[in-house]
């Protein structure tokens, strides 16, 4: 069985990085891990605080992949480990989601974002879907 989520009012919604559940990262708290991992994409600037005190992750997203402002220039090299810091992060922090991490047992987590090849499946499902595949690490390494 494979387990789809995209927008955070699907059934697995709460595993979207736009759910409402905060995380407390580098000593402040964040709106959601979308706020988190969009903000490190510039070095420390205005634009990271801006993008914190954004009212929604849909606003944070938008900050986040404007190039109005150039973002750094490894982040290639280091957007999969922020993303798995931050999902953990958020795993850690809110124990209902572990519980439901855990009740989705051995099937396969796929973000269903149709336009996201990398941390989904997208449109056609041969996207890397690199955000359930940290869910799936997670959930194994909670299961021990
Ligand atoms: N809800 C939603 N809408 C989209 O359009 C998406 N691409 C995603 N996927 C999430 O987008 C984040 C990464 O975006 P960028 O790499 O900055 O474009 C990440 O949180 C994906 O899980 N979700």
Redesign the pocket.
């Known amino acids: 069985m494979t387990i789809y989520f995209?927008?955070k009012n699907d059934d697995y919604g709460d595993f979207?990085?736009?759910s409402s559940h905060g995380i407390e990262m580098d000593g402040v708290w964040w709106k959601t891990?979308?706020h988190y991992?969009?903000a490190q994409k510039f070095e420390i600037s205005p634009q990271r605080e801006k993008i914190r005190e954004s009212h929604t992750a849909k606003q944070a997203?938008e900050l986040?992949?404007s190039r109005k402002v150039p973002i750094r220039p490894d982040w290639e090299v280091v957007k999969d480990s922020i993303m798995e810091e931050a999902v953990l992060k958020k795993f850690q922090t809110h124990e209902g989601l572990r519980d439901l991490l855990l009740s989705t047992g051995a099937s396969d987590i796929v973000?269903n974002?149709p336009?996201?090849y990398?941390?989904?499946a997208g449109k056609d499902g041969t996207g890397l879907n690199k955000?359930g595949k940290i869910l799936v690490k997670f959930r194994t390494q909670l299961s021990v």
Do not use: K, P
């Open positions: 995209y927008t979207s990085n736009f891990v979308e991992f969009q997203a986040g992949r973000e974002a336009a996201d990398y941390w989904g955000l």
